[in-house]
């Protein structure tokens, strides 16, 4: 059994695929291809913005968002400890300093709560200036936007959609990756849309964010690539990569429906053996992993690999106990939630072509 089997996905499509691959190699356009461009337009449409920028990986798309909003050294910006390190990095990155926030118990993600009170916290220390919310679609589950947007607007933040994994996901409609100022997602193989490298992209309804975008991450560039207006970064998705996400975007309606087949499964057979990741009325979850808690987790985890089922812990370590934030001065215990999923979540095998 495979925990994310991109094998059986491939030979479902792999003619529509290998087409696709045949194209890029005939025309030879292997950087910023026409296929770069349809992808854009179709990925934008899916989602519902007026812009899609792509770019090489997840990690840049929230680079380039930094970049945008103009993040920079005195900056706090508020993000989840319960995520993947690159949601903190790029903050750290950009110089600014990542105010993490604890879990909202039932979703996994990062609490409205504890936010505002992390935010006034800031406000009241007078040391940074609150600039901007990184709100993680942690497992597939979109955040709570309708009550992090009322934050954000209150206190005159920036909010950032971490759709690295919610891609797919929705919130009474509204798809994944059209909340907040600006939003990103990944491409990586194991996302419930990945390509066969890395990839990225970034998605906005604001027409100078866009524009600003598409110049940061091809170094800057003005009228052309020698008119450079500003310092960028070189993140452009190959031509190929776009090929191959074309048809797996074009096969994601149904592949998103077996997700969610897989698991209501799931959460029949194990409703009374786990604590799981809690869905409320008029959310969607793409299901990038299927996850569980159990306070004996290894315990657990050993038993199914007996049984020859593979499972995955996403996230062992919370950003707060990171060996590179600890100048921040957090302690065990300030994010009682998180740490607590931290040492209990384990995630089982989830694709769209497991036979149920």
Same mark, same amino acid.
């Given at each position: ?44 449409? !899916?989602?519902?913005?007026?812009? %899609?920028?792509?770019?090489?990986? $997840? ?16 900056? %706090? ?42 935010? *006034? ?23 709570? !936007? ?23 996901? %929705? ?5 994944? $990756? ?11 193989? =194991? ?42 970064? *070189? ?18 309606? @149904? ?23 809690? @869905?409320?009325?008029? !959310? ?11 306070? *004996?987790?290894?315990?657990?985890? =050993? ?8 499972? %995955?812990?996403? !996230? ?21 939630? =998180? ?18």
């Amino acid at each position: 059994m495979q925990f994310i089997d991109l094998q059986a996905q491939y030979q479902h499509l792999k003619t529509r695929i290998d087409k696709r691959i045949q194209t890029v190699l005939d025309h030879g356009n292997y950087i910023m291809g026409p296929e770069v461009q349809e992808l854009e337009e179709k990925l934008a449409e !899916y989602v519902g913005v007026k812009h %899609a920028i792509t770019c090489a990986n $997840g990690t840049d798309a929230l680079t380039l968002a930094m970049m945008v909003l103009d993040i920079k050294a005195g900056d %706090a910006v508020f993000c989840p400890t319960f995520t993947f390190f690159a949601t903190a990095e790029t903050i750290a990155f950009a110089n600014a300093t990542p105010v993490f926030v604890d879990s909202d118990a039932e979703t996994f993600n990062i609490c409205p709560i504890d936010l505002e009170k992390r935010i *006034n916290k800031t406000i009241a220390e007078g040391k940074l200036i609150p600039k901007a919310i990184i709100a993680v679609d942690l497992f597939g589950l979109p955040a709570n !936007y309708p009550e992090i947007e009322k934050i954000a607007t209150k206190y005159g933040l920036k909010l950032i959609e971490d759709a690295a994994q919610g891609f797919g996901g %929705a919130i009474h409609g509204k798809k994944a $990756g059209s909340f907040g100022d600006i939003a990103t997602t990944s491409f990586f193989p =194991a996302k419930p849309l990945g390509c066969y490298g890395d990839g990225g992209a970034i998605f906005t309804n604001n027409d100078e964010y866009a524009e600003l975008v598409r110049s940061y991450r091809v170094h800057g560039k003005g009228q052309d690539k020698y008119d450079n207006v500003r310092i960028g970064i *070189n993140s452009r998705l190959d031509t190929i990569q776009a090929a191959i996400l074309l048809e797996k975007l074009a096969e994601f309606p @149904v592949e998103l429906i077996s997700r969610n087949k897989v698991a209501k499964k799931y959460q029949n057979e194990l409703k009374d053996k786990f604590k799981t990741q809690q @869905v409320a009325e008029g !959310y969607m979850s793409s299901w990038a992993q299927y996850t569980v808690t159990d306070e *004996n987790r290894n315990g657990v985890m =050993a038993a199914y690999k007996e049984k020859g089922i593979p499972t %995955a812990i996403y !996230y062992e370590t919370c950003m707060h106990q990171q060996t590179a934030f600890k100048k921040l001065g957090y302690k065990i215990g300030d994010f009682p939630t =998180a740490e607590l999923l931290s040492k209990s979540v384990f995630s089982l095998p989830m694709h769209p072509y497991i036979a149920i």
